[in-house]
């Protein structure tokens, strides 16, 4: 869990690093010009990471529930299937 917020949010600041590397080439400006902005853009995508880690666990949790619940529902249907099985073989016979 703390690797996969770890993760997200070191890639995600990477990428914003990097997109601002690209915009100063693109500008071709000296990347020595305001390196902060650097850590700012890296500070920006690295919030955004850190909350689709965050999207990412809730989603995960909540469709964990969710096949439980259809695991359970499968389970539940099985045994009333069964059951009419039995029920009918025992007025056939």
């Given at each position: 869990?703390v690797?996969?917020?770890?993760s ?12 601002r ?13 305001d ?5 700012v853009s890296?500070a920006?995508f690295?919030?955004?990471g850190y ?7 809730r ?11 259809l ?7 099985e ?9 009918q073989?025992?007025?056939?016979s």
């Amino acid at each position: 869990m703390v690797s996969s917020v770890f993760s997200y949010t070191a890639g995600y600041a990477a990428i914003g690093v990097m997109a601002r590397i690209l915009q100063l080439g693109i500008q071709r400006r000296p990347l020595t010009t305001d390196p902060l902005w650097c850590l700012v853009s890296g500070a920006a995508f690295g919030t955004v990471g850190y909350w689709l880690a965050g999207v990412d666990e809730r989603n995960t949790a909540l469709l964990q529930e969710r096949k439980r619940l259809l695991l359970e529902n499968r389970a539940r249907a099985e045994a009333i299937y069964a059951r009419r099985q039995a029920e009918q073989q025992e007025a056939s016979s």
